[in-house]
């Protein structure tokens, strides 16, 4: 970006790679940041059976290559660094990289997505990477036919589970209520396969080992009752906060602490957009993600029309 970009779209999940092809065809000059790291929450997601249009299973590494493809051939920048700062409280709007570079913008658009929630335990930091992992599709090929655990009970972990059975001789599932959130289309997977036990109404409260996870200390929430099983692996499936490291102070967010937006996608600052997981309350899917990708394209276009 060698000028003032009209369109900084930082984040390259499906909110930011669908804003950018919606900004391009609205004649907008277009750069999307997307980290270098697996940030979206699609490429840790071996299977997609819901993005419409795609009737049998897409891998979301394949569904976010073909989403870049589109942004890229629609015009956009796809820039691979990491926006570290966003000056948002003046105009133009300026972006730092992890490079140390600077970029201007006309119009910002936030899709950061929501990165991976802990636990809280102390045990949890002393073995990331050594056991424990936020992304079996990534870190699951270390653990075939060894033991491991998944941690939640929402779509994520059921689908970490699912995946993970494939790979590894047995898993736990560990979550802290009575019923999962995911959807009944998993749990009825779930319940079919033979290597997966369900273990309900508790949670970890340790996490032990050597150089790396050896085993786990599980409480049953009911009973008060807390017992060790043996695991070589841990994967945290927990949820996700929204990722507003970078806009904080600047934007106001909801008490939820995503981004407050109005139906547009439009933030307390105008000119500055927000879109996906960052600032879903509720439904965050890819196509919702997709959907007010879009959205925040055509109000940023609108936007700028004003200036
Ligand atoms: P989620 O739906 O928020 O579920 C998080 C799970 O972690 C819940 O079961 C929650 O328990 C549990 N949890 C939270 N904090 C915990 C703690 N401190 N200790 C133990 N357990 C804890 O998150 P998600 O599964 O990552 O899904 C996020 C969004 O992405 C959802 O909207 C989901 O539908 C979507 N998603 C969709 C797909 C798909 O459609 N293919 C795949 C993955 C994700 P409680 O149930 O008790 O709250």
Same mark, same amino acid.
């Given at each position: 970006?060698?000028? *003032?970009?009209?369109?900084?779209?930082?984040?390259?999940?499906?909110?930011?790679?669908?804003?950018?092809?919606?900004?391009?065809?609205?004649?907008?000059?277009?750069?999307?940041?997307?980290? !270098?790291?697996? =940030?979206?929450?699609?490429?840790?997601?071996?299977? %997609?059976?819901?993005?419409?249009?795609?009737?049998?299973?897409?891998?979301?590494?394949?569904? &976010?290559?073909?989403? #870049?493809? #589109?942004?890229?051939?629609?015009?956009?920048?796809?820039?691979? /660094?990491? $926006?570290?700062?966003?000056?948002?409280?003046?105009?133009?709007?300026? +972006?730092?990289?992890?490079?140390?570079?600077?970029?201007?913008?006309?119009?910002? @658009? *936030?899709?950061?997505?929501?990165?991976?929630?802990?636990?809280? +335990?102390?045990?949890?930091?002393?073995?990331?990477?050594?056991?424990?992992?936020?992304?079996?599709?990534?870190?699951?090929?270390?653990?075939?036919?060894?033991?491991?655990?998944?941690? =939640?009970? =929402?779509?994520?972990?059921?689908?970490?589970? &699912?995946? +993970?059975?494939?790979?590894?001789?047995?898993?736990? &599932?560990?979550?802290?209520?009575?019923?999962?959130?995911?959807?009944?289309?998993?749990?009825?997977? %779930?319940?079919?396969?033979?290597?997966?036990?369900?273990?309900?109404?508790? $949670?970890?409260? /340790? @996490?032990?080992?050597?150089?790396?996870?050896?085993?786990?200390?599980?409480?049953?929430?009911?009973?008060? /009752?807390?017992?060790?099983?043996?695991?070589?692996? $841990?994967?945290?499936?927990?949820?996700?906060? !929204?990722?507003?490291?970078?806009?904080?102070? #600047? &934007? #106001? +967010?909801?008490?939820? =602490? %995503?981004?407050? $937006?109005?139906?547009?996608?439009?933030?307390?600052? !105008?000119?500055?957009?927000?879109?996906?997981?960052?600032?879903? !309350?509720?439904?965050?899917?890819?196509?919702?993600?997709?959907?007010?990708?879009?959205?925040?394209?055509?109000?940023?276009?609108?936007?700028?029309?004003?200036?």
């Amino acid at each position: 970006m060698n000028e *003032i970009t009209d369109a900084a779209i930082i984040g390259g999940g499906p909110a930011g790679l669908t804003a950018a092809v919606y900004a391009r065809r609205a004649g907008l000059s277009t750069t999307v940041f997307s980290s !270098p790291e697996p =940030g979206s929450q699609l490429l840790k997601t071996e299977s %997609i059976e819901n993005y419409p249009g795609f009737p049998e299973p897409v891998s979301g590494y394949d569904l &976010l290559d073909n989403m #870049q493809k #589109q942004a890229s051939g629609a015009g956009a920048e796809i820039i691979e /660094e990491t $926006v570290i700062e966003a000056e948002l409280k003046k105009t133009p709007f300026s +972006l730092k990289t992890d490079s140390g570079k600077n970029f201007m913008a006309r119009t910002v @658009i *936030i899709a950061t997505g929501a990165v991976p929630r802990s636990l809280g +335990l102390d045990s949890e930091k002393k073995f990331a990477g050594k056991g424990v992992s936020s992304c079996a599709v990534c870190d699951g090929f270390f653990f075939r036919g060894k033991t491991v655990t998944v941690a =939640g009970g =929402g779509d994520t972990a059921l689908g970490e589970a &699912l995946y +993970l059975a494939k790979i590894a001789a047995k898993v736990y &599932l560990v979550h802290r209520r009575n019923e999962f959130r995911g959807t009944e289309s998993l749990q009825k997977r %779930i319940h079919a396969v033979a290597n997966i036990e369900t273990i309900m109404n508790s $949670v970890i409260t /340790e @996490i032990d080992g050597g150089k790396k996870v050896e085993s786990i200390a599980i409480k049953n929430n009911v009973t008060g /009752e807390t017992r060790m099983i043996k695991t070589d692996g $841990v994967f945290i499936a927990a949820g996700q906060r !929204p990722a507003t490291g970078i806009v904080a102070g #600047q &934007l #106001q +967010l909801d008490s939820t =602490g %995503i981004i407050s $937006v109005d139906a547009q996608g439009r933030t307390s600052v !105008p000119g500055v957009f927000a879109a996906g997981d960052v600032a879903e !309350p509720v439904c965050r899917q890819a196509v919702t993600a997709a959907a007010s990708g879009a959205r925040a394209a055509l109000a940023a276009a609108d936007y700028l029309k004003t200036l």
